[in-house]
């Protein structure tokens, strides 16, 4: 008598590998996505400080009361030698056409009344509302 496996249970081995499979590469394509969006979040962040230092240098880039105005990313990294390029965590190059939007309401006292937008624009990604 010979010992083997059926073809039928070969196939309902195939079949629960590639149900696995599936699931596995679905969980792994979330982790990627889920890092990317954290890296773009960090970005955000990172120019939005950078824009509140570069402005104390460049006074006249600050915005007229009620009024706006858009620091570009390559301004900040002409400014400041620290900046590196950002890479795109897609792949797709860098960053670098990435900008924030400052806009400055009525000053209340000796204080700006400053909020700070950071668009952040990476290949194919670009942030909601820019």
Do not use: W
């Not at 706006?68 to 670098?96: E, Q, V």
């Amino acid at each position: 008598m010979k010992k083997g496996f059926t073809l039928v249970e070969l196939l309902g081995v195939i079949a629960v590998l590639a149900i696995l499979s599936g699931i596995a590469i679905i969980a792994i394509t979330s982790i990627v996505s889920g890092g990317r969006k954290k890296v773009y979040e960090d970005y955000k962040k990172t120019l939005e400080n950078g824009t509140q230092n570069y402005l104390i240098n460049h006074f006249e880039k600050m915005p007229t009361v009620n009024g706006n105005s858009t620091i570009k990313y390559t301004d900040l990294m002409d400014d400041d030698s620290s900046y590196k390029s950002l890479k795109d965590p897609g792949g797709s190059g860098n960053c670098d056409e990435s900008y924030v939007i400052v806009s400055r309401g009525a000053d209340t006292g000796i204080n700006f009344n400053l909020t700070y937008k950071a668009c952040i624009i990476c290949g194919s990604y670009k942030s909601e509302g820019c």
